[in-house]
């Protein structure tokens, strides 16, 4: 009776989730997986009694798995989700959808063919409390009317070869959907800045990408992958009456030599670990019967198209625009559209 | 292969745990509950699939039950937990084990003569994240040595029929255990002080509870449980060289009107939602092979002893000694005989 | 024009009021002072420009001293004060008034024989924006009764010969006359708890004192003179419909290394600076048309009656009734009596 | 002895100058103010003893006077601080300086031809204990090397007639002072960009307003003059290990009705009243020694030449760089240039 899922990728993302998936989510169990890490995708089966296949099709296909988890590299998402469409069976896809909008509109042309929500893009952010509470004040009209969005976005180091291209449509692609969700609204524009680079960064590190939403709201975020001090993720959304912040949740302080501290998150983990686990379940209790909270394949089309924006904004150093089709009556229950 | 739980009590939070266990809870099921409104029982049974049994003891012995949970009147427990015992099933138990300390030693003396560990009590404090940074604090040497502990206890307000003793016995009791098990010792003394009356109390109310542990602590605990403004449990452990203080966590900030301000929680299950879920999927995923994370009979036991001296205290108006037996070496490595 | 002050003790208290009347007030100047240690003075003394007397009374009779300022040792302050009041001078006399309720009573007896305010006590919590605003909170009706105070006063660490007995009369006592003015009542009694003692501490520290009001609030205060981390004064005010807290202001947040920290105040220069100077400059600009904003020579009363009273539960171990005479009507207008 | 003080132009901020000048800082008195506002200067003038003239220049030369404080419309600051030059007398001139660098150059160069220091520029953050507290978490390594800083000024409403340019000259123009002293290195250049405008506001309002430094350090002020809520002054100076962020103070918070709250500033007056105490009281005591610790001619003069080239970015839409000239030695011990 329980949702028997397969996880494709079982790299550093996808194994934390077959591990939450196997005994943290109530009704899932993982039976199967695939890495090309045969080995790695061997021991993460092995560790949850799942299946290790061969292929990332055999997953889909396999008829003990019920639904599909999809962390691979993006550049593979795509063809997957179109093999999930094609296979009939739900997948929630880490982001991004595709690399490209092209890829997106496929899968978005597949899903409106099939007649049915399928996909589910893992922007976690809509399931966290505190992103709640800041689009519950502004949609409570304690704020007022949004005028503009503040966002920082810092990571303490990355892995050796991450571009500033990589901060773009790995990192601030985060902003972009929840931008689009806490506004309801899509991003039409984009541009950057980017001054003075951290000794410790190989690449342009921070930088501040900036946002124009359709009814002009202006969106800054810095994105700073080369912190050193923590992961930390804020915002603030100012309106004509007020604002709604927020920031890492302090609930201990400890004083000692003169200080009084609060613990930064170390990683992603520590700071959306209840996220996940809420998106998960939520997931796994909707998946069934087609009720789907999280973002959809629009949603995840829509992060790639501005993320492609981005990249030619970083090219060019001009601002630019971003170009959507026009979005199919299919979704029009998507977060980014009331 | 999901732990077959029954439920014991299907009350306020009776209920709230069923359908934790039934939605929320990896590897678990609840295939059994009991309470003595009959139709409230077989409502809650229906929503997940379980049966509701005509007595306790009934779902003691199902063998469809692997595990149970006692969320039923307190003056019930330990009846109900010896008959837990007896059946050889592991069990999680509402506060307190035993409303005297006399049948909480007959429950510790069943369970050691049973060689094994069956028994934990639910202190989901212990589970709670900043409860343990505190903890943490105080065990990584960061403030030295505990000296003071400073609690404040709030409930915005309590139902009809709620007494100054119940705050006592309900209430401060979670500061008796975090007491305990923050600073791995026992309380060896009770007092009470008592001034003005809210309004809005029909007993006394707010009371200032005061403990002394074993080496010296001193513990002052404000128990407020008609405070109107909400739910509100913070503590300040105060060493040698600092403190470690917590409070409500403040993740969002919104701001109007000329000020800024934060939520203070509704109610225990909006602070303690998260402990309570870690509380029972280690429950349930330890119980299996005895490896139990939380309170244990003894803890119970304890916590009932100080409740008693406070009763006594509360009626004597004196400081009042907590008496112990020696503590069985079963339970040697309860948490706090550290 | 400017008020010319005579200032009695030049130690560290007095030769701080010194470079603050005399450098950072305006409309006051410093003409005359005196101490015991006659070279200090003298030093003091050349830095302002004033002259240094051989005696205290020099400096009361001094016809260049139109005001006093007293910063002796304790049991100098009732005679001092005395021979103010006999030259009809207006006198700043720091806390205490005078170290016995009997010298007090002196005290109030000669300036109601005198037949207009000459005396102020220099509490100056009174004078401290964020004291204010806590009584303001409580005066406008927004935290509903006062019920509960709880106080922490911590100092770093005291000098040697540092008693249990000067932590209430020297410190605890800003807690008294920050109790009577916040709540505009009596205290009643005094009560002390001790436990563990800090390893920093020569005496018993921390100690736990306790206070009720004519009304019925309970009132704790954590003494603790030897926290090490730093100054830290704090209190909390409970009322029927909600609180209000009092910490340290935390205006700049400095994140590094995994943690965000503020600073603590070094010492009650830092914690008090501004209150000091408003203190002052309020006593300048209306000592000379008698409008004092300050404490009285009742506050100051009654302020030695409760530490009187503390030290005798200090030596009993028991709970001690304050008494007090019944205040004459020229102290009508007292803050403690609304 | 005390220095006396002229004030050229007695209108919201003059008066409030005047009366601080006569009432709080030591060693200072008013004795002569001019205003266009006849009655106003003459009750102004009744209020603290001084002579209200009829012509600006008549209070630089009054021979009463030796200092001088110009607080007259921007337009008019020129030839004022150019007379007080010429008239060898200190000079403490709100911002601008001037309002055009033409005209900022002709000070300078009669300063310089001077040969001593006379002018001062009214940027009283520099006073501010928090702005200090973040200037010394940077210049004491704490965070390392500077790489963004992010500034929110808002303001809760503007008086009729304000335009977006006056939230540059009026407004910004102090993030401009305080990115060049915190940083110690001049701007180069500023961007604007604007989006949806305020329901409350007359103009575009809020504004992003962008800086460069010379060491390439991105700089972005949000103006936002008709916030409402209240007055929000903040900044986040992000370096290479760390943050050193500036928020309001938070001495009291008060919880009632389910949400603890902190009062947000109702007007720079509560802001930065310490701040301008600290300034008056600083350069009363200096100006006779020509010890300054505030701003310079100099720095006024790049305020100004950083707000002209604003304006340009406004008309234009375009990046602008800011032309300096070079620096005379004179100056060299400007902040901006350490």
New interface residues.
């Given amino acids: 009776m329980a949702l028997r899922i397969g996880v494709i990728g079982t790299g550093m993302i996808g194994s934390y989730h077959v591990d939450r998936l196997?005994?943290?989510?109530?009704?899932?169990e993982v039976t199967a997986v695939f890495d090309v890490a045969t080995e790695r995708a061997k021991e993460v089966a092995a560790g949850v009694g799942a299946r290790a296949h061969a292929q990332a099709t055999d997953v889909i296909e396999d008829p003990t798995v019920d639904a599909l988890v999809i962390a691979s590299p993006g550049d593979l998402h795509a063809d997957q989700v179109l093999a999930c469409i094609a296979a009939g069976k739900p997948v929630l896809c880490e982001k991004p959808l595709a690399t490209t909008t092209q890829d997106c509109l496929k899968v978005l042309e597949a899903e409106v063919a099939g007649g049915r929500q399928l996909v589910q893009i893992g922007f976690m952010r809509r399931y966290d409390?505190?992103y709640r509470?800041?689009k519950a004040?502004l949609d409570g009209g304690?704020?007022?009317?949004?005028?503009?969005l503040?966002c920082v976005h810092r990571n303490p180091a990355t892995p050796p070869g991450f571009t500033r291209e990589m901060a773009l449509t790995d990192s601030v692609v985060h902003e972009v959907d929840t931008t689009r969700w806490l506004l309801g609204e899509e991003i039409v524009a984009v541009s950057f800045?980017?001054?003075?680079?951290?000794?410790?960064a190989a690449n342009q590190d921070?930088q501040?990408v900036?946002f124009?939403t359709a009814?002009?709201?202006?969106v800054?975020v810095?994105s700073?992958v080369n912190?050193?001090?923590?992961y930390?993720v804020r915002c603030e959304l100012?309106g004509?009456?007020?604002?709604?912040?927020?920031?890492?949740?302090?609930?201990?302080?400890?004083?000692?030599?003169?200080?009084?501290?609060?613990?930064?998150p170390?990683d992603w983990k520590v700071r959306f670990g209840?996220a996940f686990q809420a998106e998960f379940?939520s997931w796994v209790?909707g998946v069934g019967s087609g009720d789907y909270q999280g973002a959809s394949a629009w949603d995840g089309y829509a992060a790639t198209a501005v993320a492609e924006a981005g990249l030619a904004a970083l090219a060019s150093g001009e601002r630019t625009s971003v170009q959507l089709v026009e979005r199919p009556s299919f979704y029009a229950g998507s977060e980014a559209s009331r």
């Fill in positions: 196997a005994t943290q989510v109530s009704g899932a409390a505190a509470e800041v004040a304690r704020i007022g009317e949004a005028l503009l503040h800045r980017a001054g003075r680079t951290s000794p410790h921070p501040m900036m124009e009814s002009g709201v202006l800054d810095e700073f912190c050193q001090y923590g930390d100012v004509s009456e007020g604002f709604a912040s927020l920031d890492n949740p302090s609930h201990v302080t400890v004083a000692h030599s003169a200080a009084r501290s609060n613990v930064v170390a209840a379940q209790d």
